[in-house]
Each structure stands twice: as C-alpha cells, then as structure tokens.
C-alpha cells in the first residue's frame, strides 16, 4: 500500500510541478508573443510573401499558445525537415535577403512560444532537430550543408534578429 501511496505522490507531484512550469513559461514568453504578433501582422503586407506562407504566417499566430502543435511537431519533424532541405524555391533568389531575415525570426519566435507552451514536447523536438542536422551535415560532408539545413528549416536569420526578453 505505501508503494502506491508514493506512486501516486510522485505523479500529482509531477503533474503539479509541470503546471507551475508551464505558468512560468508563459508569463516569460509574454513579451516575445507579442513581438510576434507584431511581426506576423508585419510579414502578412510583406509583397514577397508567397501564399503558402502567407498561410503558414497565420496558422501560426492562430496557434502561438497551442501545446498540441508542438505535440505533432515530435513526429513530423523529423519527417518534414529533411523535405525542406531539399525543396529550396526558385524564385528565392528574387526576395531580398531582408525577407528571410524577417521570416526566419518569425519562425524562431513562434517555435520559442510553442515550447513554452508545451515544454516537454518541445525538449523532444529540439533533441530532434539537432540530430537531424547532425545527421544531414554527415550526409553532405561540409559546414555549408550545416548551414543549408538550418536555413531549410528555420529560415535565414540576420545579425539584428536577436530576442530580447521583457520588452
């Protein structure tokens, strides 16, 4: 009886302790989500964004506080980041490098809020990214492939793109 007894103290202790977690995150993240908001309302008059990221720009500011996105991102990440390394656009050499720089820290904002929304999930898909391009820089053989899948799935990110939490 004293082994369910602890059992059951260690999982509401668990359950406890990720609610608490999960408020700190959020009430950290706050700032960023609104810099993101901001952002997204901004690349949405951008005039190279193509359609398809028009929606993708959306579907994540419906969704910056949704913990479930990062509960499937553990398993269509692995999946969908080596596709995006493969599929660079041709019309990608007309934007300006000023686009991707805004786009990519778009992307990193939104995945910094969907971590914080779902921290456990977004441990595993952080684990994931990082061997995956371990694995692709392996496969290419040169710190330019490094490069080339950072940038197929986080996007191309300037200097100036830094975060600065609490403002």
Not at 36 to 63: I, Q
Not at 80 to 101: H, K, Q
Request: proline share 4%; charged share 20%; net charge positive.
């Amino acid at each position: 009886m004293t082994e369910w007894l602890t059992v059951f103290a260690t999982v509401i202790g668990g359950i406890v302790g990720y609610c608490i977690l999960l408020n700190r995150a959020a009430h950290f993240v706050q700032p960023l989500r609104k810099r993101l908001a901001r952002r997204g309302e901004h690349l949405l008059s951008n005039p190279y964004l193509s359609k398809t990221e028009e929606e993708s720009v959306r579907f994540f500011l419906d969704n910056a506080f949704n913990g479930r996105l990062m509960f499937w991102g553990v398993f269509l990440v692995p999946i969908a980041m080596p596709f995006g390394f493969f599929s660079r656009r041709d019309d990608d050499r007309d934007r300006p490098e000023s686009f991707f720089s805004e786009f990519g820290a778009f992307t990193n904002m939104t995945f910094i809020s969907l971590f914080a929304a779902n921290p456990f999930c977004g441990l595993i898909v952080a684990v994931e990214m990082l061997l995956l391009i371990i694995v692709m820089m392996l496969a290419g053989g040169t710190v330019g492939t490094l490069k080339m899948t950072i940038q197929a799935f986080v996007g191309r990110v300037g200097p100036g793109d830094g975060f600065r939490f609490g403002h």
